[in-house]
């Protein structure tokens, strides 16, 4: 019996089984394996390895009235089913077009197959001469997340320095990055997470563990938002060459347009570090006009910085 | 025959399968275009072997039924691979990436089939926006759907330009040719007129830009994954940066960072002086200048301070 035969009789057992089969149970169902047992349990490990990496999901349990138990293997056909999206020929072809117009690293032709593969006649292979969008590599991570978020899963991981309890609601991937936001058990609040910052494995609880509640995704542009303090308004002055950073960045209502093209930009400060940090990533392209404790905030700063190098 | 190995066609034939018990039969060309499947190779499989797959006690009824006639084939029986495999995360991720960020870059999708698509694939997977948000950079209004329309037909474009490294506002000939997201920005890069060889632009700083009557006149077709730039060749500088400070390195190319308990030496490229200003401005009280790879990329930094002074002095 081929390789291709014998998995493809595995799966449709393990698929068809109501309750976990022995290793033995699927030997002799499924024939073709070798009559020698150390040769047949090598033969069944790599065989169950190949359908995991493909992505099947093999769940281990112990067969019934067995003693002591033995292992037991079956595939549960909802977590093997797709969810079927219903795509008409033409939205499927338009998601096929912008994969290849759009380079992302992690899309392999496989995806599509499941979807019904791609229609013929269509520029597939092909790359066309897009962007790429790199989506990092925490893309296997971001995966794992989206499965625990989909089936409600407490995931547990290690970040910095401090074991986490996430209730996982929101994936965001933004300028560049992948986040995470939740319920954090462990502190109690929502809070937010990078991937590439959490270290280790992560480690998923059982499905349906908590009740979903909404949660924000990062803030990666005013993050002088993102703070406890008590808010302070406060209005900057960017000149005309950068104007063009907050007219595409913030809000209409957030901005004003001067006659000689710079913008006056009112914002809420709850972080003033953040702020800071905002403010002078322009260099002399901006000024903080209002409030005067936020000026001399910011000559303040500016004169804590050693000037090793002395000037002329 | 090109080889194809058992798991890869597996991982084709439970994907085709229950798309041709869907189509109640489907021609075999199409079949093997679909899913990547040699024609040769996939009448050999659906004979061989889907025929004889099946479950105890493998009488007929058990066992899938496999109907070839002249270039149709029919599946019966499959009860097993009724319905396809599910997306992994990843994979659901990665397909509204390409979707999301086809959609941004290229508002052409005039019937919509991309962005109902979308829709349709989130709803399944429970991916809705609340859930899975994807930015793929910001750009003024009108600037990235010209700058693509451009390059499609080999169009310069005439563009009000702001570069942070000059601290100037420019107007340039570009020729748009290649696009990509770095770090949440979308950047354009093709030939410049004006500096008379390809640069790059962040589109977010592009002001405006119009289509010109002018086609490509630079010979020079930049291979899309050859980069322009090189992190490898800019220049290096040694920042000393306090640990309370450090955060403002975060998705920075560094090199090296040696710990230290109140600060760190972090050595790093740097694409321009005032890039380097800006950042060490930022880092503030307690940032130093450990050393430079090009000499001239160290001065500069009081003028700058000054200057941000001057404008925040009490009037």
């Not at chain 1, 303090?229 to 209502?253: F, K, Q, T, Y």
């Amino acid at each position: 019996m081929s390789k291709l035969e014998r998995l493809l009789k595995l799966l449709a057992v393990l698929i068809d089984t109501e309750q976990p089969l022995s290793a033995e149970d699927l030997r002799r169902r499924i024939g073709g394996y070798p009559d020698n047992n150390a040769s047949f349990r090598r033969t069944f490990e790599r065989d169950k390895d190949d359908l995991r990496t493909m992505g099947v999901t093999i769940r281990v349990a112990s067969v019934p009235a067995t003693e002591p138990p033995l292992d037991g293997y079956i595939v549960d056909r909802d977590v093997y089913e797709g969810q079927d999206p219903g795509l008409e020929p033409e939205e499927l072809a338009a998601l096929h077009l912008a994969a290849a117009l759009v380079r992302v690293d992690a899309l392999g032709e496989d995806a599509f197959w499941k979807l019904g593969g791609a229609s013929p006649g269509e520029a597939t292979n092909e790359r066309l001469d897009g962007p790429s969008v790199g989506l990092t590599d925490t893309n296997e991570e971001a995966g794992v997340l989206h499965t625990a978020i989909s089936e409600r899963r407490v995931v547990s991981f290690r970040y910095r320095d401090v074991d986490r309890e996430l209730e996982p609601a929101r994936l965001s991937f933004t300028k560049g990055q992948w986040y995470v936001s939740g319920h954090d058990r462990t502190r109690d609040a929502e809070r937010v997470f990078r991937l590439d910052r959490i270290d280790g494995d992560m480690v998923l609880g059982p499905a349906d563990a908590y009740e979903r509640r909404p949660a924000r995704g990062p803030e990666v542009t005013r993050t002088w938002e993102l703070g406890d303090e008590d808010p302070v308004s406060a209005l900057v002055r960017i000149d005309a060459e950068e104007a063009i950073w907050a007219r595409v960045h913030l809000r209409p209502d957030e901005i004003e347009i001067a006659d000689d093209g710079s913008v006056i930009v009112r914002v809420l400060v709850r972080n003033t570090d953040a702020f800071r940090d905002w403010v002078l990533g322009f260099l002399d392209n901006a000024e903080v006009l209002e409030p005067p404790e936020l000026r001399a905030m910011i000559t303040e700063w500016l004169r804590g910085i050693e000037l090793v190098e002395e000037s002329r | 025959m090109s080889k194809i190995s058992a798991t890869d066609r597996m991982a084709r034939l439970i994907a085709a399968i229950p798309w041709i018990v869907d189509q109640d039969g489907a021609l075999v060309d199409e079949i093997s275009e679909r899913f990547d499947y040699p024609r040769d190779l996939l009448l050999q499989d659906l004979q061989d072997v889907v025929f004889y797959v099946g479950v105890p006690p493998y009488t007929p009824d058990t066992l899938i039924e496999v109907t070839i006639d002249d270039d149709m084939v029919w599946i019966s029986y499959a009860d097993w691979f009724s319905r396809p495999m599910r997306l992994s995360g990843s994979e659901i991720l990665s397909l509204l990436a390409a979707g999301e960020a086809a959609l941004a870059f290229d508002n052409q999708d005039e019937a919509g089939a991309l962005a109902r698509g979308l829709t349709k694939l989130r709803l399944a997977t429970g991916s809705d926006t609340e859930t899975v948000d994807m930015q793929f950079g910001l750009a003024s209004e009108n600037v990235l759907p010209v700058l693509r329309g451009a390059a499609e037909q080999q169009m310069c474009v005439d563009i009000a330009y702001y570069s942070f490294a000059q601290d100037e506002r420019t107007e340039r000939r570009i020729e748009p040719r290649r696009f990509f997201v770095d770090q949440g920005n979308w950047y354009v890069a093709g030939f410049c007129h004006r500096a008379s060889s390809d640069r790059i632009f962040r589109v977010d700083r592009i002001e405006s830009a119009e289509t010109t009557a002018e086609a490509f006149t630079s010979a020079t077709e930049a291979s899309p994954d050859e980069p322009m730039f090189s992190i490898e060749e800019a220049p290096r500088a040694s920042v000393l940066v306090p640990n309370a400070r450090l955060y403002l390195l975060d998705g920075l190319p560094v090199d090296l960072i040696e710990h230290g308990d109140d600060a760190a030496a972090v050595t790093l490229p740097v694409s321009s002086t005032r890039w380097l200003q800006q950042l060490m401005i930022r880092v503030g009280p307690g940032v130093r200048l450990l050393s430079t790879s090009d000499e001239t990329m160290g001065s500069g930094l009081p003028d700058a301070v000054e200057r941000i002074m001057l404008r925040h002095s009490t009037s």
